[in-house]
């Protein structure tokens, strides 16, 4: 029996992918901080860890306990919406330390049994702000930017010995994700900038098309389970348009 192990399974797309893979027959390991059985339902499969993944000991401790696993899915992260001069540099390191240090430690951690196993595979969910810049999310869009550029690099390495890093790139979608996000903006974003930030964020409420939750868990499935699925995995409506109009966007022209 194959076993994931999934960071961020208190909500969201982490919950929905634990249970989609618990409904395929797989051994799950949901993490979280702070651990809530009662978000799954009863089964002999699954298994709920305490994970904190800007915490070396914390990862260390859920990776003893978890034991051999087949896949990884770095889910954890958090969100902000913020103008670069309002945020102060504490938030910044934070943002950085979960969504980019934190997907990089769990990598880490895995990478000996799998390299010595000459097999796994490492999904990396990521966002549609890397296909398309968006106003307020610099530091969210870079922090996830870097883990494109990582697994990237990091699927050439281990290639060589049987290992597979996939990113699964959704869009916008009804989780908790966004309302999160804004809950810590109001700090960062100054007087001088709130008539911008407010129509920015009448059009990030309001989006032409959407991503559906059921789009990203069959995304992630596929990756985990495909081996001729792409490195990188739009995954939405909304993404699939982003990133076809990247795709036919002219180059400049030189003289």
Known sequence: MNTVLITGCSSGFGLETAL?????????????RTPREDLFPPSDRLRVLPL????????AAAINAAGPIDVLVNNAGIGMLSAVEGTDMAQIRAIFETNTLGTIAMTKAVLPAFRQRRSGVIVNVNTSTTIKPFP???????SKAAIIAFSDCLALE?????????VVIPGQAETRFADNAQSRSSDGIPAAYAGFADRALANLAAPSATTRIEDVTEAIW????D???????PTGADVWALANA???TSSPQTN
């Open 20 to 32: 989609f893979f618990l409904d395929k027959g797989w051994s799950v390991i949901a993490t979280m």
């Open 246 to 248: 990247a795709t036919h």
């Open 52 to 59: 904190d993944t800007t915490d070396q000991d914390s990862i």
């Open 136 to 142: 307020l999310f610099s530091f969210y869009s870079a």
């Open 227 to 233: 081996p001729d699925c792409p490195d990188h995995l």
């Open 222 to 225: 596929r990756a985990a389970t």
């Open 158 to 166: 281990m290639a060589e010995f049987g290992v597979s890093v996939k």
